[in-house]
Nanobody
């Protein structure tokens, strides 16, 4: 059974950092793309970052480039999202997801089959 469990969210001041974790089970990271998405109240879910299964290539939304870093630990079957210089507009519920994309672009929700329950990130002074 495929499961993804996020952790590491919380309240942080602007300019602060958080590291989110996505622990996966039921499959290995070698074969599936892992994406991070976020959804703020009243907004659509948007792609934040993705790490590919084949060569570890990484992708980022323009809004987080240079501030967020995605990485994975294949031994621990965990994907991380290091978030630095956080801004109030980063406030959202963050989800990790996996799937085969089926020809979708990495930031398209429809390409992912399995989702975690989400973790809240709040950036506020």
């Amino acid at each position: 059974q495929v499961q993804l469990v996020e952790s590491g969210g919380g309240l942080v001041q602007p300019g602060g950092s958080l590291r989110l974790s996505c622990a996966v089970s039921g499959f290995t990271l070698d074969y599936y793309v892992i994406g991070w998405f976020r959804q703020a109240p009243g907004k659509e879910r948007e792609g934040v970052s993705c790490i590919s299964s084949s060569d570890g290539s990484t992708y980022y939304a323009d809004s987080v480039k240079g501030r967020f870093t995605i990485s994975r630990d294949n031994v621990k079957n965990t994907v991380f999202l290091q978030m630095n210089n956080l801004k109030p507009e980063d406030t959202a519920v963050y989800y990790c997801a996996t799937g085969l994309l089926y020809g979708s672009i990495w930031y398209e929700v429809r390409g992912y089959d399995y989702w975690g329950q989400g973790t809240q990130v709040t950036v506020s002074s």
